[in-house]
């Protein structure tokens, strides 16, 4: 009876122990913190890298002070056997890691109607689709009251990704702050 108590227990405490690293990459770990080089060095380049921003404003309007930060998104492919990995980081350092949907073996030969789905990240569908035939950009910004005095800026940017899939139909695919949003179908 003590041999189970001292088993959950111990599980108990690895449930409790946050992950000491954001990815595994072949036999190297990287850890939140790590700059983007040694990510670089330890993983290789990312399939796809893209940056937001945001501005964080504190104080009244006689007192503001302003900091914009840098958020980079790196999404790694480790092929159809693996999960897709993203990486953000703030500023140049990792601070987090998110696992998505399946990887493909080769990028862009995964793609259908039906993968364009909503929620689909960017990195996703460059793995399934590849770079899209053209892209269209329209930025903007949302601000928001965060705490008395303090005042958050994001991107709110929208981003129009024409797939030519073959066929007499054109797929416009609309992403919102690097998520697929919705799908369009033209024809040619």
């Known amino acids: 009876m003590t041999a189970i108590r001292w088993l959950m227990l111990f599980l108990l405490l690895c449930a409790c122990v946050p992950a000491a690293y954001a990815v595994r990459c072949d036999s190297n770990l990287t850890h939140t913190g790590d700059y983007e080089f040694q990510v670089r060095a ?3 380049e990312p399939l796809w890298a893209e940056d937001h921003y945001r501005i964080e404003s ?38 987090g890691e998110e696992k998505l949907g399946r990887g493909v073996d080769e990028v862009g030969t995964a793609c259908d109607a039906a993968i364009l789905a909503r929620g689909l990240s ?8 590849g770079e899209p035939a053209a892209r269209e950009t329209y930025p903007g910004s949302i ?15 929208r981003e129009d990704w024409v797939y030519d899939l073959g066929g007499d139909l054109l797929y416009v695919v609309r992403l919102v702050n690097g998520r697929v949003n919705y799908l369009e179908r033209r024809k040619r």
Do not use: M, P
């Not at 601000?143 to 940017?157: F, I, N």
């Open 42 to 44: 330890r993983c290789g």
């Open 58 to 95: 504190f104080g009244n309007k006689d007192t503001r002070i302003e900091r914009e930060i840098r958020y980079t998104d790196w999404y790694y492919n480790f092929g159809a056997s693996a999960l897709i990995v993203h990486l953000r980081f703030r500023d140049g350092q990792l601070a």
């Open 122 to 129: 960017s990195g996703e569908l460059i793995a399934h689709c």
């Open 143 to 157: 601000t928001r009251r965060v705490a008395h005095h303090v005042y958050v800026q994001d991107e709110d940017d």
